[in-house]
């Protein structure tokens, strides 16, 4: 009897999950030890000129309350701040520090040094392939839920 093919979910899931765990055993070795991946959605979903933490939560698909717990902490390691929105003198915005953008530009070499890697074994057209395939495929599957 032979095993059945696992699915494209739990591929997805698996190659997300050794991809960040790379990421983040990379960017702990240079960053704060305190950092986690889950820390890493509060810079994911930041943009450049900050976000209110509902807008975060919200792009991270998470509560306001953990993603507000997310930013504390990367507020007391000097990662973020909080800022008075200039749209809205009531309302606070979330941005990075100069430690979260230099924090961020690691990242982003961290990730291109993986992606590197990934191209090595794969080869050039393999990993352009990939990338295709996967930007495709998140294409369908939104237009699945947004017929």
Do not use: C, W
Not at 14 to 33: G, K, Y
Not at 43 to 60: C, I
Not at 81 to 95: M, Y
């Amino acid at each position: 009897m032979s095993t059945p093919d696992p699915t494209l979910l739990k591929l997805l899931v698996q190659v997300t999950h050794v991809f960040e765990q790379t990421l983040d055993d990379d960017l702990r070795a240079e960053l704060h030890d305190t950092l986690r991946p889950a820390h890493y959605a509060v810079f994911r979903h930041l943009p450049p000129e900050g976000s209110r933490v509902t807008a975060l939560a919200e792009s991270a698909g998470m509560t306001q309350q953990s993603m507000g717990e997310l930013i504390t902490h990367l507020e007391r390691h000097g990662y973020v701040e909080r800022t008075v929105d200039p749209a809205d003198r009531r309302a606070r915005v979330v941005v990075a520090t100069e430690s979260g953008r230099a924090a961020v530009t690691l990242a982003g070499e961290r990730i291109a040094a993986i992606e590197r890697r990934l191209s090595a074994d794969l080869g050039e057209e393999g990993l352009k392939d990939l990338r295709s395939l996967l930007a495709r495929s998140l294409g369908s599957l939104r237009g699945l839920r947004n017929p």
